[in-house]
């Protein structure tokens, strides 16, 4: 099933994803859609917050990335339940963008190296290093769980200049390929 992504303004994104248990209803099934829905939408990584469902929970898959890089990345995963317990090395920037914002990249700062914990699609427990791409695309999915975007890590100038495009995704007016869910804003309609 191929769910529509939630787009920015919408108040789902900025909340806080919960943990689950193994007993979380269909969960095989809902990974499955995770996936088809991220590649649906040419995306690299999905959080559950971007399908309406504040748990902690996002797939990736950097295969894509493959044709921009030298060597090539074989990076497909479910992260359940993660949690950064480590951020270290320099800052590093890279021109990110996102599902829910769509028609922006920007380069944003992160650092380079992570350690995080989590949990599979089998309920393995993992505690790993990732650098790199990888390491990129997992910060910017844990950001989803913590409510942020990140047009949020700009400086203010970027973001001041992007402040109408933002406002044209909310409001439902720049064009997108895939199906997305729009806040219901107070004014008038879009
Ligand atoms: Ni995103």
């Not at 929970?57 to 992260?79: C, N, Q, W, Y």
């Not at 993660?82 to 028609?103: H, M, N, Y």
């Not at 650098?131 to 203010?156: C, K, M, N, T, W």
């Amino acid at each position: 099933m191929i769910y529509p992504i939630v787009a920015y303004g919408h108040p789902n994104l900025r909340k806080i994803a919960v943990d689950i248990d193994k007993d979380y209803p269909n969960l095989d099934k809902f990974i499955e859609s995770m996936y088809e829905s991220m590649y649906e939408s040419n995306g690299v990584g999905l959080a559950a917050p971007q399908v309406n469902r504040s748990i902690r929970l996002f797939v990736v898959d950097a295969t894509p990335f493959s044709d921009e890089i030298p060597e090539p990345i074989e990076f497909k995963r479910v992260f359940i339940n993660a949690k950064i317990i480590e951020r270290t090395g320099d800052d590093w920037a890279f021109q990110e963008g996102c599902l829910s914002v769509p028609g922006i990249n920007e380069e944003v700062m992160r650092p380079a190296k992570i350690r995080i914990q989590y949990y599979d699609e089998n309920w393995e427990f993992h505690d790993e290093y990732f650098d790199d791409i990888p390491a990129r695309i997992i910060q910017h999915e844990y950001d989803h769980l913590e409510g942020i975007l990140f047009v949020d890590r700009l400086s203010p100038l970027r973001k001041t200049i992007l402040k109408g495009k933002l406002m044209d995704i909310a409001k439902g007016k720049t064009k997108v390929s895939y199906r997305m869910i729009y806040p219901k804003l107070k004014n008038k309609r879009k």
